[in-house]
């Protein structure tokens, strides 16, 4: 018997008539709102505790300010806030002072404009670039043809380390620029503060890793 694993990707359902929208909606089998009640009771619980509940809120409150025309109604709505910006509002609603600010090499332009914007708010700030401590790809087991710059003795990107040096500082809120795939979740891994994303690394596409989405159906539909 195939397993019910929750896809709401691929949901069939409009969105204003699923049942996590609609409280007599319509779901698949393998709906995670219909099916995981137990889970849903245990998160709520979750976001009862002190240190959830006031993340969630602003959080939420921030997601409710983020859009003009509320009152012409939901088909009306329009965005009038960019992402940089809901963080620094977000941060200020959560009372931060202290702010980590972890970026790529490749992005130390964006990072010190970004750094002294948070600055400029009147945060605290702490930045680490992504080859910190100047540890040599070598530790990895990297060969020669695998380094970015070939035949030299490259240093690695080091989000361990970077995670590591912000939770010394004792950084509140943490935001990341541009680290590359996989670097980025050994941060989340051992960064001890929360953490949010500013933009992602794509090299190909300036930092949309959308576009390629976006066009699936032509310029990019050999990924398919």
Do not use: W
Not at 41 to 65: C, M, R, T, V
Not at 166 to 179: A, H, M, P, R, S
């Amino acid at each position: 018997m195939k397993e019910n694993i929750s896809n709401c990707a691929l949901c069939p359902f409009k969105i204003s008539d699923r049942l996590c929208r609609n409280k007599d909606g319509k779901f698949p089998p393998d709906c995670p709102t219909a099916n995981k009640n137990e889970l849903s009771q245990k998160a709520l619980k979750e976001y009862k505790k002190p240190e959830n509940y006031n993340f969630a809120k602003q959080a939420s409150i921030q997601e409710g300010e983020g859009y003009g025309q509320k009152e012409l109604g939901y088909a009306h709505l329009k965005p009038v806030k960019p992402r940089i910006l809901e963080i620094i509002e977000f941060a200020q609603k959560m009372k931060y002072n202290r702010l980590g600010l972890v970026f790529c090499v490749g992005l130390r332009k964006e990072a010190k404009i970004v750094e002294k914007l948070f600055l400029s708010k009147g945060f605290s700030m702490a930045s680490v670039m992504c080859k910190v401590g100047h540890v040599s790809k070598d530790k990895l087991g990297i060969n020669d043809d695998e380094k970015v710059d070939v035949g030299s003795d490259e240093t690695m990107c080091n989000p361990i380390l970077q995670a590591m040096v912000l939770n010394d500082e004792k950084t509140e809120f943490n935001v990341l620029l541009g680290l590359c795939v996989g670097h980025d979740s050994l941060f989340f891994k051992y960064a001890e503060a929360p953490c949010t994303v500013l933009a992602v690394k794509d090299r190909l596409l300036g930092h949309n890793p959308l576009a390629a989405v976006y066009t699936i159906d032509s310029y990019y539909r050999a990924l398919k």
